[in-house]
T-cell receptor, first 109, second 114 residues
Framework: EDKVVQSPLSLVVHEGDTVTLNCSYEVTNFRSLLWYKQEKKAPTFLFMLTSSGIEKKSGRLSSILDKKELFSILNITATQTGDSAVYLC?????????FGQGTRLTINP | NAGVTQTPKFRILKIGQSMTLQCTQD?????MYWYRQDPGMGLKLIYYSVGAGITDKGEVPNGYNVSRSTTEDFPLRLELAAPSQTSVYFC?????????????FGQGTRLTVV
């Protein structure tokens, strides 16, 4: 059965800290790994990763994929209160996009 | 650009009632999905479609039905609503798994069954 597991489920840090969110996956016919940020409504797209070892960056966010270990991380440096959200990891298989349960990140001022 | 449009945004149903959640996309995407998200949880796949006339079950299909008569529309039907179906429902679409696979989401439908 396809599955995606994220850790930690919840994380509370202070503004300015750096955080690392983890995602492991087991998906048949894996094609790509996606990260989304969800605040109050629909998830918004952050990154799509298809190749191992190539870091993708967008401002203070970065992500990398390890296809051998079936693992991805999302890093956020110099966190801000606006980074507070649920971060979802999803693995794209042959036909289905399978989501993890999400990491709820809270940034305290 | 409309993207993925879901209606209604909110709905309260009584146990045993039926309803259809509408979803339409104007991006000519082949792949369409219905997810449900329970409080504090990730998204669970209910049904998906890889093209007009083709649908398949996801992780949690019981109590739901779908159809895909056109590329644009992918309605989700609840026949006999139960309290366990109280959730937020998201419709999503993507063009092709091979060309990038970014999945676009509708704004969600919050359904309460009482």
């Amino acid at each position: 059965e396809d599955k995606v597991v994220q850790s930690p489920l919840s994380l509370v840090v202070h503004e300015g800290d750096t955080v690392t969110l983890n995602c492991s996956y087991e998906v048949t016919n894996f094609r790509s790994l996606l990260w989304y940020k969800q605040e109050k409504k629909a998830p918004t797209f952050l990154f799509m990763l298809t190749s191992s070892g190539i870091e993708k960056k967008s401002g203070r966010l970065s992500s990398i994929l390890d296809k051998k270990e079936l693992f991805s991380i999302l890093n956020i440096t110099a966190t801000q209160t606006g980074d507070s959200a649920v971060y979802l990891c999803a693995a794209q298989g042959a036909q289905k996009l399978v989501f993890g349960q999400g990491t709820r990140l809270t940034i305290n001022p | 650009n409309a993207g993925v449009t879901q209606t209604p945004k909110f709905r309260i149903l009584k146990i045993g009632q039926s309803m259809t959640l509408q979803c339409t996309q104007d991006m000519n995407h082949n792949y369409m999905y219905w997810y449900r998200q329970d409080p504090g949880m990730g998204l669970k796949l209910i049904y998906y479609s890889v093209g007009a006339g083709i649908t398949d079950k996801g992780e949690v299909p019981n109590g739901y039905n779908v159809s895909r008569s056109t590329t644009e529309d992918f309605p989700l039907r609840l026949e006999l609503a139960a309290p366990s179906q109280t959730s937020v429902y998201f419709c999503a679409s993507s063009y092709s798994l091979d060309t990038g696979g970014e999945t676009f989401f509708g704004q969600g439908t919050r359904l309460t069954v009482v």
